[in-house]
């Protein structure tokens, strides 16, 4: 074995809403990583499950597959098996094979959808869900103790030549699993023109190839790979995503489907190139199991989800459970509540049926069906489809907006404004009087309803020196009202 150890102040690693992220050479370095990795693997040890194993995946980010590399010699000096990906992967193959090998653990070497200049860790618990806050912490307490300490390793080849590393490529065994869901040769069939857009990402060719043998006609954007992302962030909201959008709007598509960084969040556009927003999603999704597919399960939301889903729970008896934000709150509750559905405003979607953790690939091919199930109930193209779910759970208008600050100063304000915020609550969104104040679970912002169900959520980061400012209205006008109303709170902080 060789060992390594550090000889500087440790940086403190703390897990948000979906992993570890940091800058590249700054906080990310392969001595952090390595610490990741050892806390994992000491966490597998105190269960005594090493001979389960852990999965590693990565995605097409800079040096992803050396971070991947490096945290799996750290798991090797373990003494636990890995299994460990031929190439990049989208994230949630992670959970697949946790799932169907039964395994102690996944770690995905991605950071999603944030800047090209970061890169990430991820945590798959043995139910294949995102890592929960009770295993988050635990192995946040374990990093931390090690801090300093020397970190063994043992040599990649060396662990292979011993068979202790299994390489995996998910495709066809994935191919399969979604057949039992989905009818794909019904959607191959399909008479229609797809548009994707993987961003780049690592959910590249997974559905030009699912789709491929039939009528329906798929060209793929952005399909090589580039660690820059085209100079934007690979998250499949606009303006990232607005060469697809135009693409769309030239006429020649019925549909458009995204994908971002790392292929476990989805997005979508009609035929005119019309973005769709993330809460519409979620809707769209929640009506097509309740309305197409005829289940009744719970579904859960988080809370800057769409108040749609308490309407359309209403109309359907499903119950609607909302959690904090972050798939580490969702994919468990999913599983206490045998959920048919989660999902998140960041385009991330779980469902009961397949995996409890996000897929943007198997939410996408569920939209498609969607859709055409939509075209046989004499409903098309995609935007009047669109417009009959608006029709059973009322209007839905959405914007988010991202408020940066200098990460020097960002601590203390946010100290201050999570203080201060209450009693500056507005009075009213859009013309309408707030009715209700209600503060997260998690201690890390505030939510306001207008006594039309419109509502402004404004909530701080845990991974990023910024605010997020969430709201949802009946109508665009609205939205930039309460976004105004919002962002002023905030910077007058």
């Not at 200049?117 to 798959?124: A, E, Q, R, S, V």
């Not at 385009?347 to 996408?364: A, V």
């Amino acid at each position: 074995m060789s060992g390594s150890s550090t000889d500087y102040e440790p940086t403190r690693i703390a897990f948000g809403t979906d992993g570890w992220r940091a800058k590249i050479a700054d906080d990310y370095t392969f001595v952090n990583v390595r610490r990741c990795a050892k806390a994992v693997a000491e966490w597998v040890v105190a269960r005594s499950e090493q001979s389960k194993g852990i999965v590693f995946a990565y995605d097409r980010r800079f040096a992803s597959e050396h971070f991947a590399a490096a945290a799996a010699e750290v798991v090797l000096a373990h003494d636990i098996p890995i299994v460990f990906a031929q190439r990049a992967l989208p994230t949630q193959m992670s959970s697949f094979e946790v799932v169907q090998r039964g395994a102690a653990a996944g770690i995905v070497i991605t950071a999603s959808h944030n800047p090209w200049t970061d890169n990430g860790f991820k945590i798959k618990s043995p139910a294949g869900s995102a890592a929960g806050p009770e295993m988050l912490t635990e192995i946040e307490r374990l990093i931390a103790a090690g801090a300093g300490n020397k970190i063994d390793s043992r040599p990649f080849a060396d662990a292979e030549a011993a068979g202790l590393v299994d390489r995996y490529d998910s495709f066809e065994a994935y191919q399969k699993f979604i057949g039992t869901n989905l009818d794909l040769d019904r959607l191959r069939a399909a008479d229609v023109d797809l548009l994707v857009d993987p961003l780049y990402g690592s959910g590249a060719t997974w559905m030009p190839r699912l789709l491929a043998g039939g009528k329906i006609r798929v060209m793929e954007l952005h399909s090589e790979r580039n660690p820059y992302f085209g100079g934007v962030n690979p998250e499949p909201i606009p303006p990232n995503v607005n060469e697809a959008l135009a693409t769309i709007a030239g006429g020649r598509f019925d549909l458009g489907l995204l994908l971002d960084g790392d292929a476990d969040r989805s997005g979508m556009a009609d035929e005119r190139g019309t973005f769709i927003s993330t809460l519409q999603i979620y809707a769209l999704l929640m009506y097509y199991l309740a309305e197409h597919r005829g289940l009744r399960a719970p579904v859960v939301k988080t809370v800057n989800e769409t108040s749609m889903a308490d309407r359309l729970g209403e109309r359907y008896g499903v119950a609607v459970y909302e959690v904090p934000v972050g798939f580490k709150y969702v994919g468990p509750k999913m599983i206490e509540t045998g959920a048919m559905m989660g999902g998140e405003e960041s385009g991330g979607f779980g469902f009961g049926m397949h995996l409890p953790e996000r897929d943007g690939i198997f939410t996408d091919l569920m939209l498609l069906d969607l859709f055409l199930r939509e075209r046989d109930a004499g409903r098309w193209p995609v935007s009047r489809a669109i417009a009959h779910l608006h029709e059973i759970a009322g209007p839905s208008s959405y914007r988010r907006v991202d408020v940066h600050f200098d990460r020097t100063v960002y601590p203390a304000l946010k100290d201050r404004l999570l203080v201060e915020l209450p009693q500056r609550a507005p009075r009213e969104l859009a013309g309408r009087p707030v009715v209700r104040t209600q503060t997260l679970s998690t201690n890390d912002g505030f939510k306001f309803f207008a006594n039309d169900g419109s509502w402004l959520l404004i909530r701080f980061s845990g991974t990023e020196p910024l605010v997020r400012v969430y709201t949802e209205a009946v109508s665009d006008a609205a939205v930039d009202a309460n976004l105004m109303a919002g962002e002023a709170i905030v910077r007058a902080g």
